[in-house]
Each structure stands twice: as C-alpha cells, then as structure tokens.
C-alpha cells in the first residue's frame, strides 16, 4: 500500500528535534533508520502528518565508556553496535543481539533508539536491553530523564515517552566476562522470533511471550 500523505522536517538538533515535536504534537513521529515505522505507515497502521528526521543529528550517536557503563547514542545503527570493538569487549550479548537484527540492509539502516521506542515485543534488542538490566535517556522540554528498562516498555509498541520526548541514549552496564546466553527461533532466516530468550548475570529476558519483553 501507498502511505497516507505527510509532511518531512529535517532537524538539524536534538533541541531542533524537540522544538518540531512541541510544534506538531501526536501529529509528529520522529523518524531515524525507518524500518519500524516505515512498514507500519505502507499499511497505514501509523498515519503521522509529519515526520521529524533525526539520522543526520551527531550528538544523537556514537558509542563511549561512562564509568561501569556503556552509553550508545540513539540512532546509532544496528551495525555499529554489533561491530564495536568496545561493545564486544565490554557488552557482548548486545553486541551479538544487534548481529541478529534483520538482514545486513536492515542493520546498516535500522538503529538502536529506533527498535527500543517502537517497542515491538517480539524483536531482538528490546528483550537484550532488559536481560542487560539497561536504561535509556529521555530527553525532553524538561532535560534529561533516565528510566530502566524494567519501565520502560509499557504495553505493545508503548513506551514511557511522551509525544513531546525522544529517546536521545541507551544506557547498558560494562562487564565483559559476565556469562550470557541468547537464543531465538524463527520461522525463517532474519524472521521475527517465535520465542526469544536472552540471559545476563541471573536475569532472563523473554520475547514474543506477552505485550512487552
């Protein structure tokens, strides 16, 4: 199918970003590697009057080490995370769980921040964020709110943003000899999963298994 007409802005900063959201409302989706949301607006499942474009915003990417944690920008792409040399050293599991992501078109588009705020409960790294015990920062009119991921994913394909907020950053714990295991299986290659699991230092993640990982 054909999506329903819309506007495109460009934003140029993540405050830019924030200004258009306040100018738009619930009329506006951000839009950054635009393989969740995308799809659902071919099929008019989402039908945004104007779509905020983030890909181009630099504060909003990149991978560094914050004390015991790892912080990776929001629209950092699936193939970034998974090719880190930092993440592999320090996060493997996520690192191995964005290697999963889609096919290497999807990866080399789709980003981190992107997958987390649509919320699908059956993808990869909503679930690896919750075994890691993560968190994501929530940037808004008000500043910066971090929120872990056991609160984060609120019902399927909700969150706990706000029209007005755009997830700016992932945060995940360093600790890289920490045991881990992840498992996924699917109907066919880069398919959603049936049933996924993920496990990190005694906490265990499941996907596909209700509205929320």
Known sequence: MIPAAFDYEVADSAAHALSLLAEHGEDAKLLAGGHSLLPMMKVRLAQPAVLVDIARVGELSGIRSDGGELVIGATTRHADVA??????????????????????????????????????????????????????????????????????????????????????????????SVPWGYQKFVRRANDWAIVGVAAYDGRVALASMGGTP
Not at 124 to 144: K, N, R, Y
Not at 157 to 171: G, I, K
């Open 83 to 176: 090719g880190s040399d930092l993440v592999r050293a320090e996060v493997p599991l996520l690192a191995y769980a964005a290697a999963q992501v889609g096919d290497p078109q999807i990866r080399h588009r789709g980003t981190i921040g992107g997958s987390l705020a649509h919320a699908d409960p059956s993808a990869d790294l909503p679930m690896t964020l919750l075994a890691l015990g993560g968190s994501v920062e929530i940037t808004g009119p008000g500043g910066v709110r971090t929120v872990a991921a056991d609160d984060f994913f609120v019902g399927p394909f909700e969150t706990a943003l706000s029209p007005d907020e755009l997830l700016s950053a992932v945060r995940v714990p360093r600790g890289g």
